[in-house]
């Protein structure tokens, strides 16, 4: 299977809601920490990347275009910033944020994406770090407050899998 190392550029594809906002759709990629000895714990771990500028860090996100899903918006941007693929699960929700580089307004939608297959090469591999860390360390790092209320929730809902398994299970024959 040939993978394109190039990240999507561009704005003619982009997605407006009808207040004007720029639509947005990120992913929080996770796993459960893999022990010394194969084992894999109960521990999350959830993978940070650093900002193209280096002025911090987040989860991967971008603009949700004309010809996808958010789904494949979401899968699609965690390709290009963290060379993750994955299950890209249940919507976690969405929020009206102020980019504070850019001054205009966003809607953001998050995802989970169950991570099943990091990437030794990437489209964005020499402009982006990514690193894994625990929940409480990204809770930490993490510069957007929209990113870390979505991170809470895929908490909340990890440790509650089974009320969520059904909303999962709904939410894919709506997409």
């Known amino acids: 299977m040939a993978i394109c190392l190039v990240s999507r550029t561009g704005r003619q594809l982009q997605r407006y809601d009808h207040m004007g906002r720029r639509q947005v759709v990120g992913c929080i990629p996770y796993r459960y920490r893999i022990e010394d000895d194969g084992t894999i714990s109960d521990e999350l771990e959830v993978l940070i990347i650093t900002s193209q500028k280096g002025q911090g860090m987040m989860f991967p996100k971008g ?37 504070k580089s850019q001054g205009t307004f966003y809607e953001g939608f998050m995802f989970p994406l169950l991570v099943k297959e990091q990437l030794e090469m990437w489209p964005e591999k020499d402009v982006r770090q990514r690193i894994w860390m625990t929940v409480e360390e990204a809770r930490e790092v993490c510069r957007h407050w929209w990113m870390k209320e979505a991170l809470d929730i895929l908490v909340e809902r990890l440790a509650s899998p089974l009320e969520h398994k059904v909303e999962d299970e709904l939410s894919s024959f709506q997409n």
């Open 63 to 99: 603009g949700w275009e004309l010809d996808e899903s958010k789904k494949e918006a979401a899968l699609r941007e965690s390709f290009e910033e963290a060379g993750v693929l994955g299950n890209v699960e249940c919507e976690l929700g969405k929020w009206n944020f102020l980019s």
